[in-house]
């Protein structure tokens, strides 16, 4: 028996989930048992539990699972939300479920219209229109928005180069902006005062934009700006309140959430790892449950590897141009591809039957690379190679975790590529004997970060998360004769406008690798001769990719494993002080604004304030977070003077 939860006016589509917040609790429950109550009957909001059966490849396994219901909604009117996501491409293996996957495809005239979106721009009579107009295809494109760290090697060379003219973030904004029209029109044309309904929503609406675990603030920058240009927000601060961003790992878990985790994750608190297995990324999480509540702490960094069903799309072409390459067929490859992609991919099971790929009519044979009547042969030893980086990666992410000591004893299997029997049961395979349990929810697979990120906005459940990396800021330590540290670096002392002398590149820890759930701050001060300086403030944020956190850490040490993260801007009516330096002619003057770097990590985007006192109250003002990618400085990006601003302890 199954039993799914969906909140009342529902889109059920993988890509896209729209959940209607009624004045009334509750929620249906569809293929229900008799006497199941609906949960507009249940009182209490306390979890059922029921016994669920899960069919795993050829084996039946009983779990004791816990659903927990939908928080109640207690706003003040009715209001509309939109989870989208936008994958890699559409694994070949959600065919499986009969899911309608809308394909990640953007077709665009040589004028760089957009002519087809989405299953349209993959329909036999464009694809005709498509070649005899020149039209170029964006696919792949949100790869392009990867960071660099932790990167799959020659990745550019493996990824589809965007149109001309086009970057990645435009082709988003494009399939953005489809969606939502999609969803509009959803809408007004099944509810029956559909057009009312959405005039009334459609300016409040929040959205809530999923990416990978590895995504960094400089990727949902990319991601905010896409939305802005398909207008699904305007470029405001109102406008950036309804969006909001979660990992594909912990939409993942709202997801196994609602539709049931073993009772050892809940009843004992074991750890469970979630394991996102998409078109392009593995995204993998580790959680743990909360005694006595229903909230979950993150256990371990997450993960993120471009090991997704889309590589071994990759590694298939690799193979079949090497094969073919002597072949008449060898003009066919991306046919053949095509083709693998979409029926056998999906569907290999086991490496000692061969593999057949039907591309071709009765008349298609070369014998001598065993093409008979239209129809490849491939060892299925070669498909299961093909399989073989993204089953490590799996298997090795978790056995890492396992021997950092984190109590892990399940493991949950969704996305698109988990359909995959062939993953599936390999990882299981290796995993089962080190006494994990492994197992693959058993609906909707390919729908869980659509349906989780929904779960997300809604419960909440993850109260804590921990920093990929120890934030920091760059500090002008006061010069001491006496300290050791200073004495190696004393060719970098330099004088500042308060005559005090200051040894650069103390690296001072804001934010650990490793924390619970709240804010982060530092006292800083800054100083020069000009007032009209501080109109804005400034303040670097870096981080150190390391583990060897310390008291006293200086960048010219493991000087590689320090980068730029961002800047921390603010225009806030903090009053410089005057401050006079010396005595009598060698008096000088000079202006001292003194704050703090406030870092709140506790949501899935970092944000930042400004803090500083007035007559002995603390003050709080709004901060821009600007994100400077690995090759660019702040400098390059503002074009200002890199001496403008000094900053030392407060």
């Known amino acids: 028996m199954s039993r799914y939860r969906r909140t009342p006016g529902a889109i059920d589509n993988d890509r896209v989930k729209v959940a209607f917040s009624e004045e009334r609790s509750g929620c249906l429950v569809e293929g229900r048992d008799p006497g199941w109550p609906l949960l507009e009957e249940v009182q209490s909001h306390e979890a059922h539990v029921a016994k669920f059966t899960t069919i795993f490849s050829d084996f039946t396994l009983y779990w004791t699972f816990f659903m927990p219901l939908h928080r109640a909604y ?47 721009a993959i329909s036999e009579d464009t694809l005709v229109e498509a070649e005899k107009r020149g039209w170029l ?15 799959r090697p020659n990745i550019a060379e493996e990824i589809p180069p965007l149109p001309k003219g086009k970057s990645a973030v435009d082709a988003l904004a494009d399939i953005l902006r489809y969606l939502f029209t999609c969803s509009s029109d959803y809408i007004q044309d099944t509810d029956v005062n559909g057009r009312e309904l959405w005039l009334t929503l459609k300016d409040d609406i929040h959205f809530v934009l999923s990416h990978p675990n590895g995504w960094e603030g400089l990727q949902q920058d990319s991601l905010r700006e896409a939305a802005v240009l398909a207008g699904l927000i305007p470029r405001d601060h109102s406008g950036y309140s309804r969006l909001s961003f979660v990992t594909e790992g912990e939409a993942s878990l709202h997801f196994a959430v609602q539709n049931g985790l073993p009772s050892g994750v809940i009843e004992r608190q074991e750890g469970v790892v979630i394991v996102d297995a998409g078109g392009g990324t593995i995204d993998i999480s580790a959680y743990q449950r909360h005694p006595q509540k229903e909230r979950y702490s993150e256990i371990s960094v997450p993960q993120c590897h471009f090991h997704g069903s889309t590589f071994v799309t990759v590694n298939a072409r690799k193979w079949l141009s090497k094969f073919l390459a002597k072949s008449p067929y060898r003009t066919d490859i991306e046919n053949i591809v095509k083709c693998f992609d979409s029926t056998t991919k999906h569907r290999f099971k086991d490496e000692n039957v061969p593999q057949f790929v039907k591309f071709g009519s009765n008349r298609d044979n070369d014998p001598k690379c065993n093409i008979v009547r239209g129809r490849l042969e491939i060892p299925g030893q070669t498909v299961s190679e093909w399989f073989a980086p993204s089953v490590l990666c799996i298997i090795d992410a978790i056995l890492q975790q396992k021997k950092a000591g984190l109590s892990i004893s399940h493991v949950v299997m969704v996305g698109g590529f988990a359909c995959s029997e062939w993953l599936c049961e390999r990882v299981k395979r290796c995993l089962t004997p080190l006494g994990l349990s492994v197992f693959r929810a058993e609906t909707h697979v390919n729908k869980a970060v659509s349906d989780g990120a929904i779960s997300f906005y809604v419960d909440r459940y993850v109260s804590s998360r921990i920093s990929r990396y120890t934030f920091g800021v760059y500090l002008h330590d006061l010069y001491d004769p006496t300290n050791p540290e200073h004495i190696k670096r004393i060719r970098t002392k330099i004088l500042y406008p308060d005559h005090e002398e200051r040894i650069p590149g103390l690296f001072s820890v804001i934010l650990p690798k490793v924390d619970e759930l709240t804010e982060f701050r530092l006292a800083v001060s800054q100083s020069h001769q000009s007032k009209a300086h501080f109109e804005d403030i400034f303040s670097t944020v870096s981080c150190y990719l390391g583990d060897n956190v310390s008291s006293t850490m200086w960048k010219d040490v493991e000087g590689k494993l320090y980068r730029d993260l961002c800047w921390i801007k603010a225009n806030v009516p903090i009053r410089p002080q005057r401050c006079a330096k010396g005595r009598g002619k060698n008096r000088q003057y000079f202006f001292r604004v003194d704050y703090d770097i406030v870092l709140l990590f506790g949501l ?12 002995g109250v603390e003050k709080r003002g709004p901060a821009n977070i600007v994100y400077m990618p690995n090759d660019r400085t702040f400098f390059q990006l503002f074009a200002c003077d890199a001496n403008k601003y000094s900053q030392f302890p407060g």
């Open 74 to 120: 207690t706003g003040p009117r009715r209001k509309l939300l939109l989870a989208l996501d936008v994958g890699t491409t559409f694994p070949a293996q959600e065919q499986i479920s009969g899911a309608s996957k809308i394909p990640t495809i953007v077709l665009y005239n040589r004028q760089g219209e957009v002519k087809a979106v989405g299953a349209e």
């Open 137 to 151: 295809k964006a696919e792949w494109f949100k790869l392009h928005l990867r960071n660099n760290i932790n990167e």
């Open 604 to 615: 899935t985007e970092l944000k930042a304030q400004i803090a500083w006192k007035e007559k």
